[in-house]
């Protein structure tokens, strides 16, 4: 990143050296085409809070007649910005000139914004769940108030589900009984194989069912004197 105010221009980088000769060189004052150094990144104090983050790079060039001679450092403050994608630098002002010996820059990226709310998997998730909730609920008030449904017809799209429940039930068969599926098994009589628990595919509860679905009056039948 570069900032700029009047002759001296200023470089930045987060991760990375602005001088190839010079290693852990992060911010660099150029002015009469003359680098000075304002930092290394091997030596840096990080403070921070919810929406900002303070770097302060030490260990910069000395200064010469000013400053008491001592190493150069500068603060580079990030804020937050949700709007940018891509950090943009600028000089902080200092019309009383009290930053002479440590210049302070401004950064504006959304990387140090609090990440609050849901995710998007999370809505996407909530969507799904309640367009199903809201298909089921309606549907099954249709169904009974309207059409006067009862038992398992008051599900709506029965068939379907049914169909769905049951290539479900086919596929845990396949994975989970492969002495069926797979065709294995202890050899029986003549070579025939046998398994120890097979699955006729019949079941009493299916019959059941087809019962009840024939016979929707005969509830009532019953409780009628």
């Known amino acids: 990143m570069v900032a700029q105010r009047g002759k ?6 987060f991760c990375g050296n602005v001088m190839d000769s010079r290693p852990n060189v992060t911010l660099v004052q150029s002015e009469n085409s003359k680098p000075i150094s304002l930092g290394l990144s091997n030596r840096t104090v990080v403070r921070s809070e919810e929406y ?56 504006r990226h959304r990387v140090v914004c609090t990440q609050k709310g849901l995710g998007g998997w999370t809505i996407f998730f909530i969507i799904v769940m309640v367009t199903f909730g809201g298909y089921f609920i309606f549907g099954f008030l249709y169904l009974r108030l309207v059409k006067g449904a009862k038992g ?29 599926y797979c065709g294995g098994g202890e050899a029986g009589v003549g070579g025939a194989p046998t398994t120890s ?9 299916e ?4 019962q009840d679905l024939q016979e929707p009056d005969r509830d009532s039948a019953l409780l009628s004197p």
């Open 207 to 210: 019959d059941r069912l087809v």
């Open 52 to 107: 900002w983050m303070m770097l302060t790079f030490l260990g910069g060039d000395n200064f010469t007649n000013e400053c008491g001679n001592e190493s150069r450092k500068a603060h580079v403050l990030i804020i937050c910005d949700h709007k940018k994608k891509t950090p943009s630098m600028s000089v902080m002002n200092d019309d009383l000139g009290t930053m002479n010996c440590s210049p302070s820059f401004i950064v």
């Open 8 to 13: 001296t221009k200023y470089n930045f980088k």
């Open 197 to 205: 628990s097979s699955y006729s595919g019949y079941s009493p509860i």
């Open 152 to 180: 398992v017809e008051q599900i709506p799209n029965r068939t379907f589900w049914f169909r769905v429940g049951n290539m479900m039930a086919d596929g845990c068969g396949a994975v989970f009984r492969c002495d069926r």
